[in-house]
């Protein structure tokens, strides 16, 4: 990293809310649930699935949990009245993962239900480290009970990601969410150098694929988007087998390239009372992101 982007990071939090919220605003939906259904309504619009996600985690009482789940059920029951094309997307920890796993396991039961009701699908985030061994079983668990109704995500800088896909293929068929992952880990459990990680999302792509694994492609970078587009055409797989993944707001003008190419593409569409920590976290673990808003505001991108 950068001197300036050390610098950044530093400073981010002296940001006025106002100013990140402004520049937040091609990346979160809105406050509100009827936000999301709206900017999910244009993604379809353009012949773009979406995934939603009610913006927080790391409860620490049942009681937030339990508030936090009833938003998510809410999504799930809006996904189904207006006909979207969308799923749902939630980290473990929103559901209590850090209270008790039992408890997180129950409250997604509660969501999958509604899920399964509707014919529709729920995906587990993945955290940071200390998560990954409880989030991975609580997938087994569920996935053995819902089947195709919900899915995981595997972040391809962490070494032991090899080991848990070929695990998860082994013990049934597979739905993840591959990504790069954007917590900070160290460097015994992470690969810390770009080639290094982009070599092991092709690897572990690949793999998935190959083994009849239903992959989400999530990734803005284009040495990875070539190659997906260039492995799933290889492979000659229809396109009901695979997706491509993004976040909403960045590189739209690559993603419409992928969907005119006849790709499937779901873009992630956040929202939600607690979009400023989102924010500053993203522009904390992506300096580079938080780069083009200082250009933005010294108009350097003119």
């Known amino acids: 990293m950068s001197f300036i982007s050390k610098l950044i990071v530093v400073t981010i939090p002296l940001v006025p809310k106002p100013i990140v919220g402004y520049f937040a605003r091609p990346y979160i939906a809105g406050e509100a649930l009827s936000d999301g259904v709206r900017v999910v309504k244009e993604l379809n619009a353009r012949g773009i699935m ?7 985690e790391s409860v620490n009482s049942r009681e937030e949990t339990l508030d936090m789940r009833r938003q ?21 920890t929103q559901m209590g993962l850090s209270i008790d796993p039992a408890y997180c396991e129950e409250n997604l039961r509660v969501l999958l239900d509604i899920a399964r009701g509707y014919d529709n699908f729920v995906r587990i985030d993945m955290e940071d480290h200390p998560y990954t061994d409880s989030t991975l079983t609580m997938y087994k668990n569920l996935r053995r009970d819902y089947g195709k109704h919900v899915g995981v995500v595997l972040q391809a800088y962490l070494r032991r990601t090899d080991a848990d896909l070929r695990d998860l293929m082994a013990d049934g068929k597979t739905n993840i969410r591959l990504c790069k992952g954007i917590y900070v880990e160290p460097e015994e459990i992470a690969f810390k150098k770009r080639e290094e990680v982009q070599e092991n999302f092709k690897k572990l792509n690949e793999l998935g694929l190959r083994d009849g694994v239903y992959i989400g492609i999530a990734t803005h970078d284009d040495v990875l988007l070539e190659h997906g587009i260039e492995t799933v055409e290889a492979l000659k797989l229809k396109k009901e087998e695979y997706e491509f993944q993004m976040l909403l707001g960045v590189r739209p003008k690559r993603r419409d390239e ?15 009372d607690q979009w400023y920590a989102y924010s500053t976290r993203r522009l904390k673990e992506n300096p580079s992101m938080a780069m083009h808003i200082i250009k933005a505001i010294l108009h350097l991108n003119t």
């Open 72 to 92: 998510c059920e809410a999504v799930l029951h809006a996904i189904n009245e207006h006909k979207l094309d969308a799923n749902l997307s939630i980290k473990p």
């Open 258 to 272: 992928i969907v005119a190419q006849g790709h499937r593409l779901r873009v992630y569409v956040p929202f939600g």
């Open 50 to 56: 979406a995934t939603m996600d009610v913006l927080g």
